[in-house]
């Protein structure tokens, strides 16, 4: 069974730092891998997407990087603002159907 | 885009109660569904895959006398808490599979509170 582990699982930074975010999945054959962030007590917005074929996919200050071989994607977010405090929630799966969620790493962003 | 929709957003009701929790897919049609559910500062787990005219498939410890789930048409797919109680208290989220984009998408989320 697919497992996902998110790196660190609570981290503060100033506004206008870069942040890495790590997650670690342990079956290297999946189908793809979805970055989503979640504000307390709502929903999931999909930030980014990745196919099993890709190795990145940006998103304005958003960058995701997939390793399958390694079982791993990092999340960097440039240029960090207040605005992006929430939790991002990483998200794997091997069919193109469900999904094993991450821990989730719940960051704040200081002004 | 696409967008899935959830109803209703919230609810809270009395122990033993039956709650139903609707999720639309509005503009594509949804052979499969999928409902998560994620207890307080936990991720989201699969409860059960729900494929349009077939019974759902659950996941090991999730009961399906409990959880009813219907994916009656391509858009539609409702799960119902029976005699829920206060464990069952959760944010319950679907996802819809656009087979057509190959893509899927995450509804809103219902927050259940029994008391």
Redesign the interface.
Known sequence: KQEVTQIPAALSVPEGENLVLNCSFTDSAIYNLQW?RQDP????T?LL?IQSSQREQTSGRLNASLDKSSGRSTLYIAASQPGDSATY?C?V?NT?????????TSLTVIP | GAVVS?HPSRVICKSGTSVKIECRSLDFQAT?M?W?RQFPK?????MA?SNEGSKATYEQGVEKDKFLINHASLTLSTLTVASAHPEDSS?Y?C?A?DGGA????????T?LTVL
């Open positions: 989503f007590g709502k929903g999931l999909s997407l929630l998200a799966s193109g159907n469900q999904f094993y969620f991450g821990t989730g | 959830q499969t999928f998560y936990q991720s989201l787990m699969l895959t944010f989220i996802s599979r190959d893509t899927q998408y995450f509804g809103p989320g927050r």
